[in-house]
């Protein structure tokens, strides 16, 4: 557990599922997390997968779709290059020529350096976002964060905060 923060819980399994409100829209869900600000309660996420559907199959066409998790709000799906995407997944389709190529592009759920955590959320709330890319019908992912609540004391808590809302 990192410095200034006290575990309270045991493991907690969090799941969510969005879907693009018509097809190729960016649509975001957030999820609530329930924390107790009082009590300067954070959410330490010690795992994180996403599953996103594939995108449409249309001839000549090359179709995706794009999902992240987010510590805030976000207008786009964002990559892992933006400081409030904490996980992202694509999945692309191309079909030309009577040949289909499948490739997909996900973040690590457990990061290479195996980290102690991979990510806190101070806020009371995630968002998860999706958005695809020439396809015929609305797509759809999942997402599942693997974690615990902790409590931070008051100079942590107000970085974590200050940090988190200024990332967006």
Do not use: C, H, W
């Not at 695809?132 to 100079?155: C, D, K, P």
């Amino acid at each position: 557990m990192p410095t200034g923060l006290k575990e309270t819980s045991s493991l907690i399994v969090i799941s969510a599922r969005v879907q693009e409100s018509a097809p190729d829209t960016f649509t975001a869900l957030e999820v609530p997390l329930t924390l107790n600000p009082l009590d300067q309660e954070v959410f330490v996420i010690y795992g994180i997968d996403i599953d996103v559907l594939d995108p449409n199959l249309v001839p000549g066409t090359t179709t995706a779709i794009d999902m992240s998790i987010s510590t805030t709000s976000r207008t786009s799906v964002g990559g892992i290059q933006d400081s409030n995407v904490m996980a992202n997944n694509r999945v692309q389709i191309q079909s030309t020529g009577g040949e289909v190529v499948r490739a997909a592009y996900a973040s690590d759920s457990a990061p290479s350096a195996q980290l102690e955590y991979i990510g806190i959320i101070s806020t009371n709330n995630f968002f998860l976002n999706i958005k695809g890319s020439n396809n015929t019908l609305a797509r759809a992912g999942g997402a599942r964060l693997y974690g615990v609540r902790a409590t931070a004391t008051a100079a942590v808590y107000a970085a974590l905060v200050q940090s988190e809302v200024l990332s967006a």
